[in-house]
């Protein structure tokens, strides 16, 4: 099984602003995107029954420009050879012909909700970053593949793939 996170995170429609998560250790758990172009920082918030803040995860703007408003988007997303609920998470950092997504898995690890991807990881929008098994018996990991722009090329020539496992 295959989960495309980048993909599942950023292009959810409508965004997922806010949704109740039943996490392993926790119970029910509010998990909001927030953030307001640069005055506050963009983050992920996951909030006990009674509002207690149990993680915090935030996003690093590109340079000085600032992500776009309701940039952080996330997805809770089932893969078949993990227990529990994963939740991908990504910011859009939009560009003109082409921009910046960066993309993190937000899990339970020995009780424990943790950034699973650190740092997150950098796509562009024709790439993406995909949680599965890469092969028998193997261990879940991340593929990442992206976009390159070679020199001289225009929007609709073939271009190449970087990748990394």
């Known amino acids: 099984m295959l989960a495309m996170l980048t993909v599942s995170a950023a292009y959810a429609e409508p965004p997922n602003k ?3 998560v039943q996490l392993p250790g926790y119970g029910s758990v509010n998990v909001s995107a927030e953030g307001d172009n640069d005055k506050i920082p963009l983050h992920l ?8 803040t149990l993680a915090d995860i935030h996003f690093n703007p590109w340079g000085d420009v600032p992500y776009e408003h309701d940039a952080v988007r ?9 227990e529990m609920p994963l ?6 950092d939009p560009g003109a012909s082409d921009g910046r ?3 993190t898995i937000i899990g339970v690890v020995d009780g424990k909700l943790t950034d699973l991807l650190s740092p997150h990881g950098d796509t562009n929008y024709e790439g993406d970053l995909c949680l ?7 261990a879940p990991g991340i593929f ?7 020199q001289g090329e225009g929007h609709f020539q073939p271009h ?3 990748y990394a496992l």
Do not use: M, P, Q
């Open 18 to 20: 806010s949704e109740l």
């Open 45 to 52: 918030v996951f909030k006990d029954a009674k509002g207690g």
């Open 74 to 82: 996330f997805e809770v997303i089932h893969v078949d050879s993990i």
């Open 87 to 92: 939740i991908a998470a990504t910011a859009i």
């Open 101 to 103: 997504l960066e993309s």
């Open 132 to 138: 599965g098994t890469y092969g028998l018996n193997h």
């Open 144 to 150: 990442k593949i992206n976009f390159v722009w070679g």
């Open 160 to 162: 190449r793939f970087e």
